[in-house]
């Protein structure tokens, strides 16, 4: 039974530019949701998705949007990448809404 | 923002000895879970323990929960060298207003398990 997957694992990016990080959640699950983890720190609320629609979302500005798709899949895109969105992207899965989560490896983030 | 603080920061302990560490809380909550992190990858769920629980168990790890103090430990015990990792609390929000896969995390302890 395949967990969380995530891609790609590593990404470097420019400042100003756009980025597109993927997440196909376990299965049998049907909420998506995605934190932001900056070094040495715990992860922090990204927002969450189900049923095709953000359902919460946490202290992050526009620039970060996110899709779900039909097949419960999920995308998380930030524009105009600032130097302090380098940080550890994650992505959980869950059934509904029950708490514990399954999480994805991550995507590790680098803008310069 | 975090939910809280995780104390101690680090702690370097060697095999087979326990290693404790401990999350304080800030709002009141339904449940509180214990992850764990490998180098920087993804979180791996240790256990959950509701708010009607004060302690619980599972294989080498004991989670405790303490509500009037808004704080939780987890014990690892007989620790091992394949216990080194970072290990995080996090609180669920309110199932009642369907927030509660919303999980907010604290600090984190880096635990390091010599041989």
């Known amino acids: 039974d395949a967990g969380v997957t995530q891609s790609p694992t590593h990404l470097i990016k420019t400042r100003g530019q756009q980025v597109t990080l993927r997440c196909s959640p376990k299965?049998?699950?049907?909420?998506v949701s995605w934190y932001q983890q900056a070094l040495g720190q715990g992860p922090q609320f990204i927002f969450q998705?189900?049923?095709?629609?953000?359902?919460q979302r946490g202290n992050f500005p526009d620039r970060f949007s996110g899709h779900q798709f039909p097949n419960y899949s999920s995308e998380l895109n930030v524009n105009a990448l600032l130097l302090g969105d380098s940080a550890l992207y994650l992505c959980?899965?869950?059934?509904?809404?029950?708490?514990?989560?399954?999480f994805g490896s991550g995507t590790r983030l680098t803008v310069v | 923002s975090q939910q809280g603080e995780e104390d101690p920061q680090a702690l370097s302990i060697q095999e087979g000895e326990n290693a404790t560490m401990n999350c304080s809380y800030k709002?009141?909550?339904?449940?509180l879970q214990w992850y764990r992190q490998n180098s920087g990858r993804g979180l791996v769920h240790l256990i959950l323990?509701?708010?009607?629980?004060r302690e619980k168990h599972s294989g080498r790890l004991r989670v405790t929960l303490d509500t009037s103090k808004k704080s939780s430990s987890l014990l690892i015990t007989a620790s091992r060298a394949a216990d080194t990792a970072s290990y995080f609390c996090?609180?669920?929000?309110?199932?009642?207003?369907?927030?509660?896969?919303?999980?907010?995390f604290g600090t984190g302890t880096r635990l390091q398990v010599t041989l």
């Open positions: 996090a609180t669920g929000g309110n199932p009642y207003t369907g927030t509660a896969s919303k999980l907010t």
């Open positions: 959980a899965s869950s059934l509904g809404d029950r708490p514990a989560s399954t």
């Open positions: 323990i509701r708010s009607n629980e």
């Open positions: 709002t009141s909550i339904n449940n």
């Open positions: 299965s049998g699950h049907d909420t």
């Open positions: 998705y189900y049923e095709e629609e953000e359902r």
